[in-house]
């Protein structure tokens, strides 16, 4: 992540912040056109790794946006609540094709360019993969679990 760190650092990106090994990267950018900046970012690691890396970017007020809307801030312990992370917000045929796939064992919400998903704890087989929402709904799309996009939050906010 040093090396990772350090290449974003020659696209001109300020105050880089890593988090863990997940390729979480937060920081300051001159840069306000998302579609630009995805560009370079994208261009970069692929120079530096090899092979093409689907890449995310969020503000700190979508990030903000994202922990207020909380949707299943009333879970049991043992359920697993995860955040999807898309480059536009799905169509409506995408979104109801997804949604149909809710059952017993795991729930969907979809607001903006995010899924909300809860797999609840069962003896059933969960559905959800990041591969099944690619499929179901034509784009990227990356996950992360609740107590990680709670954690790059508060890192944006420090930095």
Do not use: C
Request: no cysteine.
């Amino acid at each position: 992540m040093a090396e990772f760190k350090t290449e974003l650092e020659k696209l001109e990106l300020r105050e880089v912040k890593t988090y863990i090994q997940s390729g979480n990267i937060i920081f300051d950018a001159k840069e306000t056109d998302e579609a630009k900046l995805l560009q370079k970012i994208e261009k970069k690691l692929h120079q530096s790794l090899g092979y093409q890396v689907d890449s995310f970017l969020r503000t700190e007020a979508e990030m903000a946006a994202i922990i207020k809307l909380d949707p299943f801030k009333n879970t049991r312990e043992d359920d697993k609540v995860y955040v999807v992370f898309l480059h536009q917000p799905l169509t409506g045929e995408h979104k109801n094709k997804l949604l149909s796939y809710a059952n017993e064992h795991e729930e969907y919400i979809v607001k903006g360019r995010e899924v909300y998903i809860i797999l609840h704890k069962t003896e059933g087989k969960h559905l959800f993969t990041n591969k099944f929402l690619e499929q179901k709904t034509k784009q990227g799309a990356t996950t992360r679990n609740w107590r990680t996009v709670n954690k790059i939050y508060e890192m944006m906010q420090d930095a």
